[in-house]
T-cell receptor, first 120, second 108 residues
Framework: GAVVSQHPSWVICKSGTSVKIECRSL??????MFWYRQFPKQSLMLMAT?????????EQGVEKDKFLINHASLTLSTLTVTSAHPEDSSFYIC????????????????FGPGTRLTVL | RKEVEQDPGPFNVPEGATVAFNCTYS??????FFWYRQDCRKEPKLLMS???SGNEDGRFTAQLNRASQYISLLIRDSKLSDSATYLC?????????FGKGTRLHILP
């Protein structure tokens, strides 16, 4: 199947610093990528939809100035958590769809391995 | 009410037993349906798509009832390695909505 990578896999930072997370599609082009956040024992919550070459679409309640998304190429989207605080500590997961796959798996999401962010 | 609801769990089931997961969705415009599996501190992985005609993959059987807006997953002859959280996932337009997940513990 398609592969999506994320970097870093985990990060610990001080409160007030900014953290950048990269999401890459390794063997396909992804015009659209998705960023999720998952708190312990909670479901994945969609934060934003990242569109290559245009602005991201944020879900209600997600601050676009705090979670900066840049989708500069067909294989890379970045999420920057600006001025991170302890309440931003979470598991951040990106996903992408491979639109070249038609048929039954068309809507399959390929997930990155996730980035665990801990803000002290 | 959440758009996708699942059994709260956790399920603690002896090895070899049959396990059934239930999921309901509230929006009749939902288009595609999936079961994902998520291991602790890992990303979700697609287990199987769900079709109205029902589909089976080895020990796993998924069923969709559009009239009742209900999705099920059956695991037969459960193995220790089946222990995970099972997520019901529904898509509508470009949105992908996850259920909260049901945690399954298979007991030796």
């Amino acid at each position: 199947g398609a592969v999506v990578s994320q970097h870093p896999s985990w990060v610990i930072c001080k409160s007030g610093t900014s953290v950048k997370i990269e999401c890459r599609s390794l063997d396909f082009q992804a015009t659209t990528m998705f960023w999720y956040r998952q708190f312990p024992k909670q479901s994945l919550m969609l934060m934003a939809t990242s569109n290559e070459g245009s602005k991201a679409t944020y879900e209600q309640g997600v601050e676009k100035d705090k979670f900066l998304i840049n989708h500069a190429s067909l294989t890379l989207s970045t999420l920057t958590v600006t001025s991170a605080h302890p309440e931003d500590s979470s598991f951040y997961i990106c996903s992408a769809r491979d639109f070249s796959r038609r048929g039954g798996s068309y809507n399959e999401q390929f997930f990155g391995p996730g980035t665990r962010l801990t803000v002290l | 009410r959440k758009e996708v609801e699942q059994d709260p769990g956790p399920f603690n089931v002896p090895e070899g037993a049959t396990v059934a997961f239930n999921c309901t969705y509230s929006n009749s415009a939902s288009q595609s349906f999936f079961w994902y599996r998520q291991d602790c501190r890992k990303e979700p992985k697609l287990l199987m798509s769900v079709y109205s005609s029902g589909n089976e993959d080895g020990r796993f059987t998924a069923q969709l009832n559009r009239a009742s807006q209900y999705i099920s997953l059956l695991i037969r002859d459960s193995k220790l390695s089946d222990s995970a959280t099972y997520l019901c996932v529904v898509t509508r337009d470009d949105k992908i909505i996850f259920g909260k997940g049901t945690r399954l513990h298979i007991l030796p």
